[in-house]
């Protein structure tokens, strides 16, 4: 709960402890963030033996960025779901199957990017 009398930095660390606080949880219970994770990791150890350049880098960190926030995104939205119907309705369903469409995007545009990095050096 915000207390009127913090200051704008205070506020900030709260809210970086917060983040911090989900980015745990998400690593610590689901199971598609510890994959994704783990891929990110291979990836990076990958990205230093082949030696990728600087926009490599830059291209494959937003890659892994970017199917992880959807990764985490796709969480909150099944939770929140279930939380609201427990029960399952085709309503409910149809939001599920739309987040999780998102997260399928992202993971074609990541392999689509790391594709377009690591084929050239593996014909090479």
């Not at 900030?12 to 610590?28: D, E, N, P, Q, V």
């Not at 926030?69 to 029960?87: D, M």
């Amino acid at each position: 709960m915000k207390n009127s009398k913090d200051s704008f930095v205070v506020d900030r660390f709260k809210s970086i402890k917060y983040a911090l606080k989900g980015l745990w949880m998400l690593l610590r219970s689901e199971n598609s963030i510890k994959l994704q994770f783990g891929i990110g990791i291979a990836l990076t150890f990958l990205g230093f033996s082949m030696n990728i350049s600087t926009s490599e880098w830059t291209a494959q960190f937003l890659a892994i960025g970017l199917v992880m926030v959807a990764e985490g995104l796709n969480t909150s939205v099944e939770k929140i779901a279930n939380f609201i119907h427990p029960e399952y309705h085709e309503k409910i369903g149809e939001i599920k199957d739309i987040s999780a469409g998102a997260v399928a995007i992202a993971a074609l545009v990541s392999f689509v990017i790391g594709f377009l990095i690591y084929l050239p050096k593996f014909i090479n």
